[in-house]
């Protein structure tokens, strides 16, 4: 069925790949918390075949694929699937030599990447521009500030990029001397964006993130 649902969506070769992608993603990040298009658009960046895509082409993505996957508007505009077996669908073609679709090592390979990426450009201190320092607790508008300093690709990021770290660690995957993830986690982790990736934890009311980080 979900074959047909999909055959049926795209139009030619370029389409399919792009959707396929796009999917792939969806189920990446399902795992951790679902994006919006707006998210997935930003992850999509830096794919060489997908240099020009935005959230206008993730959300007409979705609309082809209505059938299987809806917009969240109660969850941040979060791109879901309509029952648990279409993630379960896509988990089985990216995890075989299906025709077409990416493999599961190389979707959480440019997943990392990209979330190294936003926390080495966006990371900065006093993220919320909290005026005095008070315990999170005590800060009324807490939520608020996150949304409007806090990127929701940052507030992924932060959460989960060791969640797309192989389990035999990074250093296994192949990348060239100019891209080495491993390089790059190395670097974030010694240096003052350490601090600053633990403050978006704490605002966030999840430190107990960078011990399950370290556990990777």
Known sequence: LYDQILHGAW???????????????????????PLSAKAIAIFLLGRE??????????LNIVGKLRAVLYIDHSMNAA?????????EYIGERTSTLSS???RTEAIHRHMLRKCVQVLG?????NICDIETPVF??????????????????LQYSSLFWFTHLPSEGPSTWPETAA??????????????????????LS??????????????
């Open 136 to 153: 999170n607790k005590n800060i009324p508008d807490l939520a608020r500030r996150i949304s409007n300093h806090m990127s929701e690709a």
């Open 203 to 216: 605002l966030q009311g999840s430190v107990r993130q960078s011990l399950l980080a370290c556990d990777k």
């Open 100 to 102: 077409g679709w990416e």
């Open 179 to 200: 891209d080495n993830i491993a390089e790059k986690i190395l670097e974030l982790l010694s240096s003052i964006r350490l601090l600053f990736w633990l403050e978006t």
């Open 79 to 87: 791109i879901r699937a309509y029952h648990a077996s279409f993630y």
């Open 49 to 58: 075949d997908q240099q020009e895509w935005n959230e206008g082409h993730v």
């Open 121 to 125: 450009s966006e990371l900065r201190f």
């Open 11 to 33: 139009g030619n070769q370029e389409d399919a790949s792009v959707m396929r992608t796009v999917l792939g993603i969806v189920k990446a990040a399902a795992d951790n918390r």
